[in-house]
C-alpha cells in the first residue's frame, strides 16, 4: 500500500500507534503485564515511527483515549504521555493528534465531551517534566442524525484550543436509507468546510468486498450511490473553477477564490505567460504580481 501511496504522491496520515479499546488490541498483547508490556509497548513506537518517519503527516497517537484505557490501565495514567512524548521524539515533524468518537457527534456521551476532550488535551500539556503539546484535534465524526448546531458550537469551543481541526472518519450510519445518508452528510459537510478552524475532512467510506462499514460512496461496480454523488457535488462547488476576465486600465484584476493551487495566464498583443500561485488561509487580501 505504502508503495502505492508513494508511487501517486498521496499525502497519507497514520492511523493509529496504539488503540486503548481492547477490542482492536492485538490478541497477544492482552495478557501481557508490566515490564512485559512495556517493553513491547517501546518496542512498537520504535520499529513504527522509525520505519515511516517522514512517510504521514498525521499520527493518531492513541486512539479513542477518552472512552477506553486499556494501556493506561496497565502502565498508569502516564502511559499516553509517554507515547506522545516518544512520537514527538521519533518524527518531530508529523502532526499528532488526539483522535476520539461522540464529540461533535451528541452531547449524550459523557466520556467524550467538548470539556473532557479539552481538559484531556491540558493535562497532556502540563504533565509535569514539561509536558507535550497536542498538535491537532481529530475528531472522528460518526453520525446517525446529525445536529447542525450541536456540531457548530462544540467546533466553536474547541477552536479555543487553537489547534487545527480535522473531522477524521467521518460518515453516516448504516440504520439509515441511503438517499438520508446522503442528506445528512452533506449537512455535516457543509458546517465541517464553513468552520474556519477546520483544516481538512476525511471519510470512512472504504469499500471491500463484503460491503463496507456504516456507508459507501459506490457499489461494487464503482458506480456513485448517494452519498458519492454529494460527495462530488461539494467538490465542484467548493472550487473555484476557471475564471475568465480583462484586466482594468490600471492592470489589476481581482476575484474570491477557495484555498488551494491556482495556475494563472496572461494574453496580452499575441504573447502568454504562465505561472501559478497558491491561496492559503490569512487574512490579508493575497496580491499576485505578473509582468508580460
Given at each position: 500500500m505504502m508503495d502505492f501511496v508513494r508511487a501517486n504522491r498521496i499525502i497519507a496520515r497514520g492511523h493509529n500507534i496504539f488503540w486503548e479499546d481492547p477490542r482492536y488490541t492485538p490478541a497477544w498483547v492482552l495478557n501481557l503485564?508490566?515490564?512485559?508490556?512495556?517493553?513491547a509497548v517501546n518496542r512498537r513506537i520504535s520499529s513504527l515511527m522509525t520505519r515511516?518517519?517522514?512517510?504521514?503527516?498525521?499520527?493518531?497517537?492513541?486512539?479513542?483515549?477518552?472512552h477506553f484505557d486499556f494501556y493506561e490501565s496497565r502502565l498508569g495514567k502516564n502511559a499516553s504521555y509517554g507515547f506522545y512524548a516518544a512520537a514527538r521524539e521519533y518524527d518531530s515533524l508529523a502532526t499528532l493528534f488526539l483522535n476520539d468518537f461522540n464529540?461533535?457527534?451528541?452531547?449524550?456521551?459523557?466520556?467524550?465531551?467538548?470539556?473532557?476532550y479539552i481538559a484531556r488535551v491540558r493535562e497532556?500539556?502540563?504533565?509535569?517534566?514539561?509536558g507535550?503539546?497536542?498538535?491537532?484535534?481529530?475528531?472522528?465524526g460518526h453520525f446517525t442524525v446529525p445536529n447542525a448546531a450541536l456540531m457548530r458550537a462544540n467546533l466553536d469551543k474547541l477552536a479555543s484550543l487553537e489547534l487545527p481541526i480535522w473531522l477524521t472518519e467521518i460518515d453516516v450510519s448504516s440504520t439509515l436509507d441511503r438517499r438520508t445518508q446522503a442528506i445528512y452528510l452533506e449537512q455535516v459537510l457543509r458546517e465541517g468546510f464553513s468552520h474556519p478552524s477546520v483544516k481538512g475532512i476525511m471519510l470512512w467510506t472504504?469499500?471491500?468486498?463484503?460491503?463496507?462499514?456504516?456507508m459507501c460512496?459506490?457499489?461494487?461496480?464503482?458506480?456513485?450511490?448517494?452519498?458519492?454523488?454529494?460527495?462530488?457535488?461539494k467538490l465542484r462547488e467548493w472550487k473555484t473553477g476557471e475564471v475568465k476576465a480583462t484586466t482594468n486600465d490600471h492592470g489589476s484584476f481581482s476575484f474570491f477564490g477557495f484555498l488551494g493551487e491556482y495556475r494563472v495566464g496572461i494574453l496580452y498583443k499575441g504573447r502568454t505567460v504562465n505561472s501559478s500561485f497558491s491561496l492559503s488561509r490569512d487574512p490579508q487580501t493575497k496580491h499576485v504580481r505578473l509582468q508580460i
Amino acid at each position: 500500500m505504502m508503495d502505492f501511496v508513494r508511487a501517486n504522491r498521496i499525502i497519507a496520515r497514520g492511523h493509529n500507534i496504539f488503540w486503548e479499546d481492547p477490542r482492536y488490541t492485538p490478541a497477544w498483547v492482552l495478557n501481557l503485564t508490566g515490564e512485559d508490556l512495556r517493553s513491547a509497548v517501546n518496542r512498537r513506537i520504535s520499529s513504527l515511527m522509525t520505519r515511516y518517519r517522514s512517510e504521514f503527516v498525521h499520527w493518531d497517537v492513541s486512539n479513542e483515549m477518552l472512552h477506553f484505557d486499556f494501556y493506561e490501565s496497565r502502565l498508569g495514567k502516564n502511559a499516553s504521555y509517554g507515547f506522545y512524548a516518544a512520537a514527538r521524539e521519533y518524527d518531530s515533524l508529523a502532526t499528532l493528534f488526539l483522535n476520539d468518537f461522540n464529540v461533535v457527534e451528541t452531547c449524550s456521551d459523557e466520556k467524550s465531551t467538548v470539556d473532557e476532550y479539552i481538559a484531556r488535551v491540558r493535562e497532556l500539556e502540563r504533565y509535569e517534566g514539561g509536558g507535550v503539546r497536542m498538535d491537532g484535534v481529530g475528531l472522528e465524526g460518526h453520525f446517525t442524525v446529525p445536529n447542525a448546531a450541536l456540531m457548530r458550537a462544540n467546533l466553536d469551543k474547541l477552536a479555543s484550543l487553537e489547534l487545527p481541526i480535522w473531522l477524521t472518519e467521518i460518515d453516516v450510519s448504516s440504520t439509515l436509507d441511503r438517499r438520508t445518508q446522503a442528506i445528512y452528510l452533506e449537512q455535516v459537510l457543509r458546517e465541517g468546510f464553513s468552520h474556519p478552524s477546520v483544516k481538512g475532512i476525511m471519510l470512512w467510506t472504504a469499500l471491500h468486498p463484503y460491503g463496507c462499514y456504516e456507508m459507501c460512496l459506490t457499489d461494487h461496480n464503482f458506480q456513485n450511490l448517494p452519498a458519492g454523488d454529494v460527495v462530488d457535488q461539494k467538490l465542484r462547488e467548493w472550487k473555484t473553477g476557471e475564471v475568465k476576465a480583462t484586466t482594468n486600465d490600471h492592470g489589476s484584476f481581482s476575484f474570491f477564490g477557495f484555498l488551494g493551487e491556482y495556475r494563472v495566464g496572461i494574453l496580452y498583443k499575441g504573447r502568454t505567460v504562465n505561472s501559478s500561485f497558491s491561496l492559503s488561509r490569512d487574512p490579508q487580501t493575497k496580491h499576485v504580481r505578473l509582468q508580460i
